[in-house]
């Protein structure tokens, strides 16, 4: 199983530091699946612009990809003005929506506020409605006070939720796995 993060973002540090916290911690208690951290800050990554997302090519063609490639997601964004970054919609937007269908998603998010934290519900939630992946319930919201000055995550309750992220991902993607493998099985 391969399990991709993305930093959805191509300014900052502090939203690829947790999407890597959640990997690490997936690595830590599950070491057979495999990570990758997908950042967006090492791409140019171009505008969406309405053609087929075979036919983009470069670092586009290269990130949808890695996404295709992936089994399952951590999903990461800062909050700007209230929204998603406008990296992460873009790629929402280039991303074939087939490639990602009935694979798991969870959420992470970093903000300046301690209110931002609905954007996952109101926005990245809806969006992964869309694409019919399955979401997984727990999420990890990260203000910016719960960083020391290196940039590392201070906060215990973080950082639990920042575990038990990491777990139920892996639990909803065996799971969903599992069910595929007797499905298959089954109806041959």
Do not use: W
């Not at 990554?45 to 090519?57: A, H, K, L, M």
């Not at 399952?72 to 490639?99: A, M, R």
């Not at 493998?181 to 041959?188: A, I, L, S, Y």
Request: hydrophobic fraction near 40%; aromatic fraction near 10%; charged fraction near 25%.
């Amino acid at each position: 199983m391969k399990l991709l993060g993305i930093s959805g973002t191509i300014i900052g540090a502090k939203t690829s530091i947790v999407v890597q916290n959640v990997l690490e911690e997936v690595k830590k208690h599950h070491p057979n699946v495999e990570v990758e951290l997908l950042d967006l800050r090492d791409y140019d990554v171009q505008f969406c612009d309405g053609r087929n997302p075979s036919n983009y090519t470069g670092d586009t063609k290269k990130v949808l990809d890695i996404v295709k490639a992936a089994d399952f997601y951590i999903i990461g964004t800062p909050i700007f003005q209230g929204s998603l970054s406008g990296p992460l919609k873009n790629l929402f937007d280039l991303i074939n929506p087939k490639d990602i269908r009935n694979k798991v998603i969870g959420f992470v998010a970093t903000g300046g506020t301690y209110q931002h934290y609905l954007v996952i519900e109101n926005q990245l939630k809806p969006i992964a409605g869309f694409f019919r992946s399955f979401v997984a319930p727990g999420y990890v919201y990260v203000n910016n006070d719960h960083f020391n000055e290196e940039n590392e995550i201070i906060d215990s309750e973080v950082l639990t939720r920042i575990t038990a992220l990491a777990k139920e991902v892996v639990f909803m993607q065996e799971a969903l796995k599992s069910s595929e493998e007797k499905f298959v099985t089954v109806n041959g």
